[in-house]
């Protein structure tokens, strides 16, 4: 392939789904803190940045045994621009993608049945994966012209709605996990649409945004619109 067949298919790669969890913790004080994860040296996409846990989403997370669904604001607000079973896919993946990188499981109590081997830690610890405690906070699709493309979701949920031990574990994928509060998050080294989402889970933690918003890039340059 020629540098501009090449150019031009780099330029039109078409996005692909994936979610990201951004767990929350309250210290002593009343402060928020989130986790968040260094990515290996070895990643094509962001080494080394540190970014919330989450990745792309499989076709197999639209049939996850979860025991709780996407309540209900949170699916009206995906399915505005999902099919269902993919809104469906997204949460999932978030849930299954956390218990990956940190070995934390959002979670209730429950059985699973001759278990797929990425939902396996969740059969194993006597439980189903639970997407009702999840809520969105933002959307992001990464701007053309990248050698990957993500239409990522960002949801998040309390360490509360974590099943079982919290200690942080996980595959490795994810180094130096942390907890940290929002304004030490922007001193680490993260990438840019990881402050667009923090600023906007900040807005939703102090109530001074409502809406789901997404950011992106068009040819009349960088939008934020409702989701």
Do not use: N
């Not at 996850?64 to 699916?75: D, H, N, Q, T, Y």
Request: glycine share 8%; hydrophobic share 40%.
């Amino acid at each position: 392939m020629d540098d501009a067949r090449a150019a031009d298919k780099t330029k039109t790669l078409r996005p692909r789904l994936a979610a990201s969890l951004i767990l929350q913790r309250k210290r002593a004080s009343g402060e928020t803190e989130i986790l968040l994860g260094r990515r290996s040296g070895g990643h094509v996409f962001m080494p080394q940045k540190y970014v919330f846990p989450g990745g792309r989403v499989d076709r197999s997370d639209g049939y996850a045994p979860l025991a709780g669904e996407p309540k209900s604001a949170v699916r009206e607000t995906l399915c505005r621009v999902l099919p269902e079973r993919r809104a469906r896919a997204a949460a999932a993946a978030a849930l299954r993608e956390t218990a990956e990188e940190t070995g934390l499981l959002i979670a209730r109590p429950g059985e699973i049945t001759r278990p797929k081997p990425e939902w396996r830690p969740f059969a194993e610890a006597g439980a189903r994966p639970d997407a009702e405690p999840l809520d969105l906070v933002a959307r992001a699709i990464t701007p053309p012209g990248r050698t990957r493309r993500f239409d990522a979701f960002f949801f998040t949920a309390d360490i509360e709605a974590v099943h079982g031990a919290t200690a942080l574990t996980g595959s490795g994928e994810l180094e130096d996990l942390r907890w940290v509060s929002l304004p030490d998050a922007h001193e680490l080294d993260i990438p840019i649409i990881t402050r667009f989402v923090l600023a906007e889970l900040d807005a939703h933690l102090k109530g001074e945004l409502a809406a789901v918003r997404c950011a992106r890039v068009t040819r009349a340059g960088p939008r934020l619109d409702p989701v």
